[in-house]
């Protein structure tokens, strides 16, 4: 790695440190450290994406750009050494487009000097969480650039996963599973003569690995069911299940679970129409009745059998007052980085359509915000006070500003306890049929659970392989 493109990427581990509480890799040995690799991605997540992948591997990795950002001189020079690509596009500038091959040239180039590139061959950033059918121009570059090297380039494709737990909120978390290598070599067979059908086999090799490693339902329909046995049942498959067999990340072991809830719901609506049609109305009655109450699922699965809830309150309120003085200190050094990444939020991230530009746009605003504001604070207290008080609050700032938004959680989180109880003690027949309702789905879960075979449980048999 260059010095520019080394520092730029200890920034963005920064960056996506403070937003994210935990950015997980999964199979990251998976990355070859050499030769030409080619990283392919769902792309849920704006320009985040292809940080989150720049920071989540040990090599340097090129991504492509519009040529729009390339025409401000002191803008082409950074770019160009974070590894950059400008590639003009139809919408850029018509006139220039002559050729696919003339745009994959650039790339090429790169490749064939055993560097990395990343795409994201869906074409576009999107805020559905599933794949969107995958284009051609990811197989189209790595066959012509292989053929051209009679197979003896060595290019191979990574194929990523990109999964993201709340990806507009702040403090979320994000996995990065990575696939198997495709040797692109293997799909060159008959290339150029079948070069259709060798482009053809290659995009769907591609798809099919992508979904593998991130939570697909092509049955939207679907979701909802998903998602409520997610809620209901996921604390009960982390303690048994037939999926994860050796030890995995919190989050890497969430996605499988998912994805073999994703695989029984397919199943048991594919073989047990009835009892899954069944299952729906029943859930259909429960969120109802979540929604007369007012109650989350996470709320409801926190009502207490008994009252140690008092027990638990009382300690996190006495905790709460010896951390005030610490949230008070992070709130007011925020407070003026809030009047300016909120504005940025709200002007740039339209959150009714879609939500895939906030976490760039607070990442970006963050980080200008935190150097500017953060060093004139710091600056100021020098000037003042002088070392070594400038350093130790140089130091407390980053500490105090998490506490702070730490604090606020708890707040919230000892607010919803209480709505609980309240609930609770003034509708206690209502409470008590919400529980049982539960119980009730619960059981349902359990007792389809073992009718599922174990082969129809992972995406890899379901497609195939």
Request: charged share 20%; aromatic share 10%.
């Amino acid at each position: 790695m260059s010095m520019p493109y080394g520092f730029g990427r200890w920034v963005l581990r920064v960056a996506l440190g403070f937003y994210f509480s935990r950015l997980e890799r999964f199979h990251p040995e998976r990355v070859p450290r050499t030769g030409p690799v080619l990283f392919t991605s769902n792309h849920p997540n704006s320009v985040t994406d292809a940080f989150i992948i720049g920071a989540s591997v040990p090599r340097k990795v090129n991504f492509v750009a519009t040529v729009q950002l390339f025409r401000w001189a002191p803008v082409r020079w950074l770019l160009t050494r974070f590894g950059v690509i400008p590639i003009n596009r139809v919408k850029d500038d018509p006139h220039a487009m002559r050729t696919v091959l003339t745009t994959f040239e650039a790339c090429f180039r790169v490749l064939e000097q055993g560097e990395a590139i990343g795409i994201f061959p869906e074409g576009i950033t999107h805020d559905d969480p599933q794949l969107k059918t995958v284009k051609t121009g990811a197989a189209r570059m790595a066959l012509e650039l292989e053929h051209r090297h009679g197979g003896s380039l060595g290019l191979q494709i990574v194929p990523v996963g990109l999964t993201f737990s709340a990806k507009e909120r702040y403090r979320s978390e994000v996995l990065v599973s990575f696939g198997e290598p495709i040797r692109v070599a293997d799909f060159l067979v008959g290339y150029p003569e079948r070069k259709h059908v060798c482009l053809h086999t290659l995009t769907t090799e591609i798809e099919r690995r992508i979904e593998s490693l991130m939570l697909h339902l092509p049955k939207l329909e679907r979701a909802r069911v998903v998602d409520a046995v997610k809620r209901l049942y996921l604390d009960q498959l982390r303690v048994g299940n037939r999926v994860i067999h050796e030890p995995v990340p919190p989050q890497a072991g969430e996605l499988m679970l998912t994805q073999a809830i994703a695989s029984a719901v397919d199943f048991t609506c594919a073989q047990y129409p009835e009892r899954a049609a069944a299952f729906a109305q029943k859930l259909d009655r429960h969120e109802r009745w979540l929604q007369r109450l007012n109650l989350s699922e996470e709320e409801l699965a926190q009502f207490p059998g008994r009252v140690p809830w008092i027990w638990h309150s009382l300690v996190w309120a006495v905790l709460g007052l010896a951390l005030l003085p610490v949230a008070l200190f992070g709130w007011v050094h925020r407070l003026l980085k809030y009047l300016i990444i909120n504005p940025a939020v709200r002007g740039y991230a339209d959150l009714s359509k879609n939500k895939t530009r906030v976490s760039t746009t607070v990442i970006l605003a963050g980080a200008i915000s935190f150097g500017v504001i953060y060093g004139a604070y710091i600056a100021l207290v020098h000037a003042v006070f002088g070392y070594p008080v400038s350093l130790w609050y140089a130091l407390a700032l980053p500490v105090a500003s998490l506490v702070a938004h730490y604090y606020l959680r708890g707040l919230l989180r000892f607010a919803l306890d209480m709505r609980s109880a309240y609930v609770r003690l003034r509708a206690p027949v209502a409470a008590r049929r919400l529980l049982a309702q539960r119980r009730e789905l619960i059981a349902e879960i359990e007792a389809a659970r073992w009718q599922v075979p174990a082969e129809a449980l992972t995406p890899e048999q379901k497609g195939g392989s």
